[in-house]
């Protein structure tokens, strides 16, 4: 009888310390809104935003999708979401050493273009953010120069571009800002911003220059049909 005292005892106040445990657990991970309704607490959001920032996997769409030709659209909202996108570009910008990345690239259809000019160096003091950029006013002298793209990789040409642009844009905050580029640095934004227009650069080669890249563009749309074929493939054998 004692021995069934002792068990019964035991297992009750088990019960009662997983009651507790399980109570206190919901107090502690709920708060109360202002509404009267049950909210989870920041720590969960938090999580969410913290994964998010850390996905390097974006993936980066190649000549000749059709997204690289679209005209990319305005930002509106500048919130979290558009930090977390760009941190994103970023990630995936060191992950590619490439100097400079657009939204479009990254099957986002929207004029974001980003770039560190010592992409070797992860700092943030050299990570510029152009939203909604635009070209005001350009040189009239042009100089030709090599230019590649990661979209169309194996590729590259000399294009001419006007050396000097002014230029206005937002930052992610929201706030206007003008500013003059000059040289490489001038080249490379003429690069992006063409992107947002569905301009790639092979478009502004002279017919020579095209002429000497024409095969591999005509391997690389090869490549991205074959590409597709297997999926297409893939989904008749199922059925
Ligand atoms: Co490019």
């Known amino acids: 009888m004692d021995i069934f005292c002792s068990c019964f005892s035991f297992l009750f106040s088990f019960v009662i310390l997983t009651f507790c445990k399980l109570t206190n657990g919901k107090v502690k991970s709920y708060i109360k809104n202002y ?3 049950y909210a989870k607490i920041q720590k969960c959001r938090r999580g969410l935003k913290l994964f998010k920032e ?12 059709p997204v690289l030709r679209k005209k990319c659209e305005d930002v509106l909202h500048f919130d979290d979401n558009l930090k977390s996108t760009i941190r994103r570009m970023f990630d995936t910008l060191y992950a590619k050493k490439v100097k400079a990345l657009c939204a479009p690239q990254v099957y986002i259809n929207k004029k974001i273009i980003i770039w560190n000019g010592r992409y070797e160096k992860r700092k943030e003091e050299n990570e510029k953010i152009f939203i ?19 979209s169309s990789p194996k590729i590259e040409g000399k294009v001419g571009r006007p050396v000097i642009v002014s230029i206005s844009y937002f930052d ?25 227009n569905g301009v790639l650069f092979f478009d502004r080669m002279t017919q020579n220059e095209r002429k000497k890249v024409k095969a591999q563009l005509n391997q690389l749309r090869r490549e991205y049909k074959t590409d597709q074929i297997p999926a297409m493939n893939n989904i008749a054998k199922g059925d």
Do not use: W
């Open 35 to 37: 509404n009267g309704n």
């Open 54 to 65: 850390n996905e390097t996997e974006v993936k980066l769409a190649m000549y000749p999708n």
């Open 132 to 150: 909604n950029p635009t070209i005001i006013e350009q040189s009239l002298i042009k100089k030709k120069f090599v230019e590649s793209c990661l």
């Open 172 to 196: 992610i905050c929201g706030n206007k800002h003008l500013k003059v580029l000059k040289g490489l640095y001038a080249r490379l934004f003429q690069h992006e911003y063409d992107h947002l």
